[in-house]
């Protein structure tokens, strides 16, 4: 067996974005956060790890290029733990500035999991979901 971390854990997650202003705002609002920035760089503080948007032009030289995934390629998939799926279905459906297409309404899952799935607006998936009680 090969060697397994024992401190490896996620506390940043972090999408690079051409739309960091509207991905800003989208996420302010779905995730009813107050974001905290500097210039090219947003963070959400989503304990006990962080969310963060960075502009893609500013990370050229990280990435290798500005080219990065295309607005609506929808390439990763984010999950954020909420206390009551059916009140944050219902406080996003209210926020209708967003245009929240939901992919899949508040439903509960074959693993017990309540979970809503929508996209954001450069196409990545999220899902808001509240574990089995």
């Not at 030289?61 to 295309?70: C, K, L, T, V």
């Not at 996003?92 to 899949?104: C, P």
Request: charged share 20%.
């Amino acid at each position: 067996m090969g060697h397994q971390l024992k401190m490896a854990k996620l506390t940043y997650a972090c999408v690079l974005t051409q739309q960091i202003d509207r991905l800003t705002s989208f996420y302010q609002d779905a995730l009813d956060l107050a974001p905290r920035r500097e210039e090219a760089y947003v963070e959400f503080s989503t304990e006990p790890g962080i969310f963060c948007l960075c502009a893609l032009d500013a990370y050229v030289e990280i990435a290798g290029s500005n080219e990065g995934p295309q607005p609506g390629a929808g390439g990763i998939m984010l999950e954020f733990q909420v206390d009551n799926v059916d009140m944050e279905f219902a406080r996003l459906k209210a926020l209708s500035r967003l245009s929240i297409e939901f992919i899949i309404p508040p439903t509960t899952m074959a693993w017990g999991n309540r979970s809503i799935y929508f996209r954001d607006p450069d196409g990545n998936l999220l899902n808001l979901f509240s574990p089995r009680a």
